[in-house]
């Protein structure tokens, strides 16, 4: 009987005893908290106004292949319209041939090409995750660390021109086959 009331005892005794121990902790971190400078919020403006000013990034340790520079050689250069008023330009590295500048509402990219199974023209830049993507009759622009289009439906010159001539002489279905050989 003694051993079951001093059981009882310490089974009551323990939750005071812990809370006891854990209560003289509180006034420390409370006071460390206070000695910690507030954290100061940027807003959107002065970080769009910071990214504005800041140069691109020169440096970098990319080393182009051959494959590489002759897509370098297939971009389109020059300010892209897209929907929704958008506009993307895009300018060829002076300082470090195959490198691009590719720039839309105070965001810049340098970019480099990458070669592409399907034949599209892709440059990306590695460091903020943005890829451009050129076809033919249109391009986009894409951050493929956030999953969003920036820009879409971009077309230079030489794109909207390829564009209308596609809708003059339309490209073969792929279920239509391949032509009849010619006699």
């Known amino acids: 009987m003694k051993k079951i009331a001093l059981i009882a005892a310490l089974a009551l005794a323990l939750p005071f005893a812990a809370t ?3 209560t003289p902790a509180k006034p420390a971190a ?4 206070k000695k910690a400078p507030p954290k ?14 800041t140069p691109i990034a020169g440096e970098t340790n990319i080393v182009l292949t051959d494959a590489d520079l002759e897509v370098a050689k297939r971009v389109s250069l020059g300010k892209a319209q897209c929907e929704l008023g958008a506009d ?39 460091r903020a995750g943005a890829m451009w993507l050129q076809l033919g009759n249109k391009s986009m622009l894409m951050n493929q660390k956030a999953g969003l ?3 879409d439906e971009c077309q230079t010159a030489e794109q909207v021109a390829f564009a209308e001539e596609m809708k003059k002489n339309p490209p073969k279905s792929l279920f239509e086959g391949a032509d009849a050989a010619k006699k």
């Open 40 to 53: 100061k919020q940027v807003t959107r403006k002065a970080a769009k106004a910071v990214e504005e000013v």
């Open 30 to 33: 409370k006071a460390e908290a």
């Open 149 to 151: 289009r920036i820009a």
């Open 88 to 126: 993307v330009t895009v300018a060829a590295d002076e300082k470090k041939p195959g490198f691009f500048n590719v720039s839309t509402k105070g965001l810049k990219y340098r970019m480099h090409p990458v070669e592409s199974r399907t034949g599209a023209i892709r440059l990306e830049d590695p």
């Open 20 to 22: 006891a121990q854990t």
